[in-house]
């Protein structure tokens, strides 16, 4: 049975050996409609004073696990840094771990020092979580993160692409939008599972192998999608 959009955009965890480094800069996101969220965050990259508190919330695909991860290597370094991805994925009754989120947010508030950055696919009034921590994720900047328009997704895909020396043919990438997810998160995972297939068959990246590699069964994997 040929792969389904979804079987094609799980890819193994071999694949991560495939991926040239490229840590997430915010000089690598494409904004589009969100401008003033990216302007927000150059300013707390560069000049960050007190405490800023920032929620982002939007549609899967839409970039905020990248945003987070523009700032990771800020948060392993210096715990000023509080940085909490998918909070949406807490359990409504684990109530220890929401506690512990709203000690840290309370931490830095109180030494009106630091940075909080977390995200979730509702505005946090909606989501299931403590009243005291939905409520301190609404107390700072909300910033809804807008999908991007087709010809700012490709925009985005051309520069992941050159980033990390994946040599797609010209038309491979506006057939993807076309016919395929448009979701950047799995589109780039699908890519760099057809940059190995590709690689196993010492063939160019191009339209005909494309379509092959969507046309052949999903191998079996036991490991877990990536992103």
Known sequence: ????????????????ALQVCDAPQLLHFVAGPNQELLHRLQR???????????????AEGAGKSFLCQCFGPLAT????????????VLQPKDHQ?????????????????????????????QLDLMADLRSRLSWGLVYELKLLADEDKL???????????????????PWLLRHQTRNLAQLTRLLIEFDR?????????NLPLLRQFLSEPAPPSSSEPLG
């Not at 990259?45 to 982002?56: N, P």
């Not at 370094?77 to 949406?88: F, G, K, L, N, T």
């Open 1 to 16: 049975m040929p792969r389904s959009n979804h079987d094609a955009i799980k890819p193994r965890q071999e694949a991560l």
């Open 44 to 58: 707390i990259e560069s000049e960050r004073s007190g405490f800023v508190a920032l929620h982002l919330w939007g």
């Open 77 to 88: 370094q210096d715990d000023r840094y509080v940085i909490h991805d998918d909070i949406d």
């Open 97 to 125: 771990t929401q506690a512990k989120l709203l000690q840290a947010f309370n931490r830095l508030r109180e030494a009106d020092d630091g940075v909080w950055l977390s995200t979730s696919r509702l505005p946090p009034t």
């Open 155 to 173: 925009a985005a895909l051309e520069a992941w692409a050159q980033r990390r020396g994946l040599p797609l043919a010209e038309e491979v990438l």
């Open 197 to 205: 297939f590709g690689l196993q068959r010492k063939r160019s990246l």
